[in-house]
């Protein structure tokens, strides 16, 4: 009977012992599992107004995971849109929502995406740095110099004392975000401008130009002012209650209009289920506030970003 109850006894030690040893391997394996490097190519195209950002975050980011390569272009939002409507990227920069058009040709493609707010921009118009005659410029003389119909060609066709020079413009091309959202604030019709100025998708080559030019002015994001403050010019806008500068505190208090704008990322519900793209998206609205800041922009507050990460969590 006694030697019944010990070997009862020693089962019992022995089926403890076998569940903890297979605890601890599990345990084991887990930690193996999920501590393995992430690997693997995150693709994203899009908006240069974007760019400074995501290119922030990727760099960043892979301070941590050397083994995933992020390659992030400068297309244009409309140019990113197009390839991200065709399954052809991860993420889509943007400065201006994604159009009606631009949804329908994603779907048909059978490519669903989440958007992220992700900062505030106070699009800027600015000249050449030994510009002495420009103080801040109007609402309705931006529109009487972008209107496809304008008759400024010179610099005292704006005001009668300023120099009787040619005025050179430069400006973002069709396929920016920055091109629409200033078409539709300024003269009121998406796409409406003048065809005869400096097109680029790429704003350090308008920054280039004005940079170069005494009699040059144009507009782009924010921040690229922000990196060439020794060559450049910003120009306060007055849009009826007088001139403002865009700045973290005109920009949050709803001062700098109608160019305040936010900027946005889209991101494929598909490239989420990789690992890595989840880190990614993850890290960028971790550290979203510190790194908008840096380059430049206006972050939001950081209840916006905790929206987004929620919205993150809630994906498969």
């Keep these: 009977m006694k030697e019944g109850k010990n070997m009862q006894k020693k089962i019992a ?6 569940i903890a040893i297979l605890i601890v391997s599990i345990a084991y394996w887990y930690v193996g599992i999920t501590s393995q490097p992430l690997t693997g190519t995150i693709e994203i195209d899009g908006s240069s107004t974007v760019f400074p950002i995501t290119q922030a975050v990727a760099e960043e980011f ?5 083994d995933v390569r992020v390659n992030v272009g400068i297309s244009g939002t409309g140019g990113g849109f197009k390839r991200f409507a065709a399954g052809e990227t991860d993420i889509s920069d943007a400065s201006r929502p994604i159009k009606d058009s631009e949804a329908q040709t994603a779907a048909d493609n059978g490519v669903e995406y989440i958007e992220f707010q992700v900062a505030i921009d106070g699009l800027s118009v600015v000249v050449n740095e030994d510009n002495t005659w420009v103080d801040y410029l109007t609402v309705e003389e931006l529109d009487m110099i972008w209107n496809p119909n304008s008759t400024v060609f010179r610099w005292n066709d704006i005001r009668e004392e300023w120099p009787d020079q040619p005025i050179h413009l430069y400006g973002p091309g069709t396929d920016s975000g920055t091109f629409d959202y200033f078409t539709e604030v300024i003269v009121g019709e998406v796409d409406a401008s003048r065809a ?5 998708e790429d704003d350090n080559v308008l920054v280039q130009g004005i940079a170069g030019d005494q009699y040059a002015l144009g507009y782009f994001g924010y921040v690229y002012y922000v990196e060439n403050t020794d060559t450049l010019k910003i120009v306060p806008i007055d849009s009826g209650s007088g001139p403002v500068t865009p700045s973290d505190a005109t920009i949050n208090a709803g001062q700098y209009t109608p160019l305040s704008r936010p900027l946005f990322i889209y991101v494929s519900k598909v490239a989420l289920a990789r690992a890595e793209m989840k880190s990614f998206v993850r890290f960028y609205m971790e550290n979203a506030i510190q790194l908008v800041t840096e380059v430049g922009y206006t972050p939001y507050p950081s209840s916006v970003y905790q929206q987004n990460l929620a919205t993150l969590d809630q994906q498969p």
């Design 196 to 200: 005869d100025f400096t097109a680029s």
């Design 13 to 18: 030690i022995m089926a403890v012992a076998i």
């Design 62 to 66: 892979q301070k941590s995971h050397s």
